[in-house]
């Protein structure tokens, strides 16, 4: 999810959570087996609640995907009026992205016998969710949470962190929580919900270096269930949203169709900070200003769909995901057929220190492969210990050279790390694909496109594993020198040589 920004909403942001609220003495922590909550009391009886849940051991490597009941909630019923996810080490440090790497965390709500929910979600961009005034996510003490987690780790170095989240709440009986509205996440997903919904972006595709999916995908749906689609129910009220994207997005957009008829009703933009452009994570989304309402009625179908570049890179396992908050309480909207809703979105965060690194500096350690002497002629390469066993642009002598296969035939990557939960990737790079690593470099750039999607395993459908360990290089490839990278530890460069 991208990790995934959001659950719906506006921001009037950073400010009113910010920090010197931690100064005043009516905070109060509590410890639990899970993790630590923190309460500190607010004007008109609500409070601001802090939460880290963990620590999370972090396995060297490690892009895998979790999930566990979560105990960290607020005290007694109530609303939940915002939301802003983080992540730390234990020292309450944030971890730079090119090190540590939130990828998604969702938190999943049941009420009563209903099935679980995803209700707020994070990913690297940390989107903070405020809800208009007047309006709050209904908790309730008997409502059970869980934390689907991803946590990926772009070196061999392990570490401990904390999932960290904030929520303003209004306890019932306050004063605060007098008419508050009930709102509810409608998760709206190119893929639908997914424990790992993702697609593709191959360089060149799509039109005019930009690509959209599910409008511009050839078959985006196999089984033949549209998946980005939603049927409202009953007449509501949609009173925000904002998406979520990777690093290669440039927005989302919420449609409505009614009797035919199709309307824009928010396009959330990624507005990037990062220098090299829409390639890092260096970003923040728009979401819906605060007075934004729309009016919605059973039978409206709403749809979302994710454009992104083309024109820079290839982006891999990449998330579209635009979650509403929606309310069937009296709340008005305007008609989007009548007025024009989809107006200019609000930035929900400024540039964040921890994507200060965006990598790409020339001049570093790695040798360069298109001056390197052919290596052996191969048809297997090891990968093991995050080091590809042949043509790996860190190792010295010998073990450095590209290996050579002649035209025609292909060399195999087996990843040995996949017996340790490590996954890894074989992706083209421009090269030499030497420059130093960060948020912004290396990318997908390789003048051949190929990928060998994450060398591992994991239950099915449930994590990024390709679920096999091995993959081999395309037959078609012109003889000439292809670098490439592995997109999980960026560090890790490679090349090989094509020659008859
Ligand atoms: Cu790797």
């Given at each position: 999810?991208?990790?995934?920004?959001?659950?719906?909403?506006?921001?009037?942001?950073?400010?009113?959570?910010?920090?010197?609220?931690?100064?005043?003495?009516?905070?109060?922590?509590?410890?639990?087996?899970?993790?630590?909550?923190?309460?500190?009391?607010?004007?008109?009886?609500?409070?601001?609640?802090?939460?880290?849940?963990?620590?999370?051991?972090?396995?060297?490597?490690?892009?895998?995907?979790?999930?566990?009941?979560?105990?960290?909630?607020?005290?007694?019923?109530?609303?939940?009026?915002?939301?802003?996810?983080?992540?730390?080490?234990?020292?309450?440090?944030?971890?730079?992205?090119d090190i540590i790497h939130l990828h998604h965390a969702v938190w999943l709500v049941s009420k009563g016998a209903d099935a679980f929910r995803p209700t707020w979600a994070a990913g690297e961009e940390k989107t903070h969710v405020r809800l208009p005034k007047g309006f709050g996510w209904r908790y309730d003490p008997s409502d059970r949470w869980y934390l689907n987690h991803m946590i990926h780790d772009l070196i061999p170095t392990p570490t401990r962190v904390w999932i960290t989240w904030e929520m303003d709440f209004a306890p019932d009986g306050s004063k605060a929580a007098r008419g508050i509205r009930e709102v509810g996440t409608q998760w709206m997903d190119v893929e639908g919900i997914k424990a790992y919904p993702v697609f593709d972006v191959l360089r060149g595709s799509g039109r005019h270096g930009r690509y959209t999916f599910p409008d511009q995908a050839a078959n985006p749906y196999p089984d033949g269930r549209v998946r980005n689609r939603w049927v409202v129910d009953h007449d509501a009220t949609i009173v925000?949203?904002?998406?979520?994207?990777?690093?290669?997005?440039?927005?989302?957009?919420?449609?409505?169709?009614?009797?035919?008829?199709?309307?824009?009703?928010?396009?959330?933009?990624?507005?990037?900070?990062?220098?090299?452009?829409?390639?890092?994570?260096?970003?923040s989304m728009t979401a819906t200003p605060p007075r934004?309402?729309?009016?919605?009625?059973?039978?409206?179908?709403?749809?979302?769909?994710?454009?992104?570049?083309?024109?820079?890179?290839?982006?891999?396992?990449?998330?579209?995901?635009?979650?509403?908050a929606l309310t069937t309480a009296p709340a008005g909207g305007a008609n989007p057929f009548r007025t024009?809703?989809?107006?200019?979105?609000?930035?929900?965060?400024?540039?964040?220190?921890?994507?200060?690194?965006?990598?790409?500096?020339?001049?570093?350690?790695?040798?360069?492969?298109?001056?390197?002497?052919?290596?052996?002629?191969?048809?297997?390469?090891?990968?093991?210990?995050?080091?590809?066993?042949?043509?790996?642009?860190?190792?010295?002598?010998?073990?450095?050279?590209?290996?050579?296969?002649?035209?025609?035939q292909s060399l195999t990557f087996v990843?040995?790390?996949?017996?340790?939960?490590?996954?890894?990737?074989?992706?083209?790079?421009?090269?030499?694909?030497?420059?130093?690593?960060?948020?912004a470099y290396p990318l997908a750039t390789g003048g051949a496109t190929f990928d060998s999607a994450e060398l591992g395993f994991g239950p099915p459908g449930f994590t990024a594993a390709a679920n096999r360990d091995t993959w081999s290089t395309p037959t078609n490839l012109a003889p000439g020198t292809y670098a490439f990278f592995c997109r999980i530890h960026p560090f890790m460069r490679g090349a090989f040589r094509v020659k008859g």
């Open positions: 999810m991208s990790r995934l920004g959001l659950a719906a909403a506006c921001i009037a942001a950073l400010l009113v959570t910010a920090a010197p609220a931690e100064a005043k003495p009516r905070a109060k922590t509590v410890r639990t087996p899970q993790g630590t909550i923190t309460r500190i009391a607010r004007p008109g009886g609500a409070m601001h609640l802090k939460f880290r849940f963990g620590p999370l051991r972090i396995h060297p490597g490690q892009n895998t995907i979790a999930i566990a009941p979560n105990s960290l909630r607020p005290p007694g019923p109530g609303w939940i009026t915002s939301f802003k996810p983080n992540l730390t080490y234990m020292n309450g440090k944030v971890p730079r992205v925000g949203t904002a998406g979520h994207l990777h690093p290669g997005g440039l927005w989302t957009d919420l449609k409505l169709t009614r009797n035919g008829r199709t309307v824009e009703l928010f396009r959330s933009r990624a507005h990037y900070y990062e220098p090299a452009g829409p390639v890092s994570w260096d970003v934004w309402r729309v009016a919605v009625r059973k039978g409206d179908v709403l749809s979302v769909s994710g454009t992104y570049d083309s024109k820079l890179a290839s982006w891999y396992e990449v998330m579209a995901i635009m979650p509403l024009n809703v989809a107006v200019k979105g609000v930035l929900t965060h400024g540039h964040l220190p921890e994507n200060n690194h965006h990598g790409g500096r020339k001049g570093g350690a790695l040798r360069n492969p298109l001056k390197l002497p052919d290596g052996p002629r191969e048809t297997k390469v090891d990968i093991t210990r995050f080091l590809y066993g042949q043509g790996d642009l860190s190792a010295p002598g010998r073990a450095g050279l590209p290996p050579v296969v002649a035209p025609g990843n040995d790390d996949a017996s340790r939960d490590i996954f890894h990737t074989i992706t083209a790079c421009r090269t030499p694909c030497t420059a130093s690593t960060g948020i």
